[in-house]
């Protein structure tokens, strides 16, 4: 292998590594539930984007793959997240987020 190849290489393996280990989070056997994929994610995309500063030539898959994880708009999600008392609100310090979480909090009481 050249020494372009290798560096790609290293570089697609560093991307990857934290996608797999979110999967492999996300597809647990035991204890996983809805709550557990606005962390997991959020935690991905920091990781990305640390990542993503000293890549030379695997940017546009992580671009690529930030785009794919843009699910954050979920009120569903963002209550199961915050319901999940491993997590709450320690995943994320996006207001936006959290008022999405309040208004889904006041709907569903209110529908009760």
């Known amino acids: 292998y050249s020494p372009a190849d290798m560096t790609f290489l290293s570089e697609?393996?560093?991307?990857?590594?934290?996608?797999a280990k979110a999967i492999n989070i996300l597809r647990g056997k035991s204890n996983i539930q809805m709550g557990w994929l606005l962390p997991t994610i959020t935690t991905l995309i920091t990781k990305l984007k640390k990542t993503r500063v000293a890549l030379r030539f695997c940017k546009p898959l992580v671009d690529a793959l930030q785009d794919g994880l843009k699910i954050m708009?979920?009120?569903?999600?963002?209550?199961?997240?915050?319901?999940?008392?491993?997590?709450?609100?320690?995943?994320t310090s996006d207001e936006d987020v959290l008022k999405l979480d309040k208004k889904k909090t006041i709907t569903t009481c209110s529908m009760v």
Do not use: G, R
Request: hydrophobic share 40%; no cysteine.
């Open 12 to 19: 697609y393996t560093n991307t990857m590594n934290p996608v």
């Open 73 to 91: 708009s979920d009120p569903e999600l963002v209550a199961a997240a915050i319901l999940q008392p491993k997590f709450k609100t320690s995943w």
